[in-house]
């Protein structure tokens, strides 16, 4: 196999390799003066079978451009198989129309990913699982619990003061699941968005009164749902809280809202690469997801069940 990494995520990508045991191709990725993307593959991939690993995270314009040529450069290059890995699929929350004359661009960028050539796609904890039914090629959407399971064990102790959180509705069917892994209660906080990117809890489903709360969701973005569930938790009496999160993406004022939250710890995997502000954050901490990434990876190589990896 090959594996190719777009500028995206470089850290992800050669942790990935170092796990399947092989090297990063030689690409050269580069600009011309008026920001066009040029990207050249420096050794022979004929016959091969690529893997570009690349997150359509921000700038999420340029990162799905790099893709895309990347992609076209491998399909000329005659490679065999090419698999577009994609740990974080930007755009996913625009999955359905929210009103009259709006996009599904969702839709749109899985149109394009087929269209520049790749043959299949791999990602992780896509935000709307009809997502998958947008591909006319074979998708893998895996999950990044194997990991976050493993460090909540690590973390916490099953003395039944436990309970994971969901911070709306929406994650109620995510944080059910967790909570029986992880054998602890489940609460729910009852949200109520006045407008976009804005959100009020009203209140909070379940006991949480002196019990340590995780608030469990897949996308990070404001930050404001989190905090303030977070906030409504801690109204409610939980003693400690804390948060895991698939794809922290942290914009805005994110950072300063979770710093200023009562979340104790933040922790994120690594499927957006943590840029040195996000590092410095004091609560937040990343967890990664090479081992699960480069297994699925090899599984593919090898036409094994991907599947397998979650039973």
């Known amino acids: 196999m090959k594996i190719i990494a777009g500028n995206s995520n470089k850290i992800l990508a050669e942790a990935i390799c170092s796990y399947i045991g092989v090297s990063l191709a030689n690409t050269s990725l580069r600009r011309f003066a008026d920001r066009e993307i040029f990207v050249e593959i420096n050794e022979n991939i004929r016959g091969e079978d690529v893997f570009i690993i690349q997150s359509t995270s921000h700038p999420a314009n340029d990162h799905l451009m790099e893709l895309l040529i990347t992609i076209d450069a491998a399909k000329r290059g005659s490679a065999k198989r090419i698999t577009a890995v994609i740990p ?3 755009y996913a929350r625009q999955d359905r129309k929210t009103g009259p004359r709006t996009p599904i661009t969702a839709k749109l960028v899985a149109n394009l990913i087929t269209s520049a050539g790749a043959h299949r796609v791999l990602t992780m904890d896509l ?3 009809q997502i998958q039914g947008f591909f006319d090629i074979p998708l893998d959407n895996i999950f990044s619990a194997p990991p976050i ?8 102790s099953n003395d039944g003061n ?3 959180a969901s911070p709306d509705v929406g994650g109620v069917v995510r944080a059910r699941a967790f909570a029986k ?3 602890a209660g489940l609460a729910i906080a009852d949200k109520r968005r006045e407008k976009v990117g804005e959100s009020e809890v009203m209140n909070i489903i379940g006991d949480v009164k002196d019990k340590t709360c995780i608030l469990l969701d897949d996308i990070a973005d404001s930050a404001g749902t989190l905090c303030n569930a977070a906030k409504a938790l801690k109204e409610s009496g939980a003693k400690e809280i804390f948060s895991y999160i698939a794809h922290g993406v942290l914009s805005g004022e ?5 710093e200023k939250s009562a979340i104790k710890e933040l922790v994120l995997t690594d499927s957006i690469e943590a840029l040195n502000d996000v590092k410095n954050t004091k609560n937040i901490r990343h967890i990664s997801i090479a081992p699960l990434m480069g297994e699925a990876i090899k599984r593919i190589n090898s036409d094994s069940s991907v599947s397998a990896l979650f039973d």
């Open 149 to 156: 399971i493993k460090d909540m064990k690590e973390k916490f």
């Open 181 to 183: 892994r992880m054998n």
């Open 254 to 258: 994110a950072l300063r809202r979770i």
């Open 162 to 164: 436990l309970v994971i």
């Open 88 to 90: 974080y699929y930007g």
């Open 127 to 129: 935000h709307a699982g």
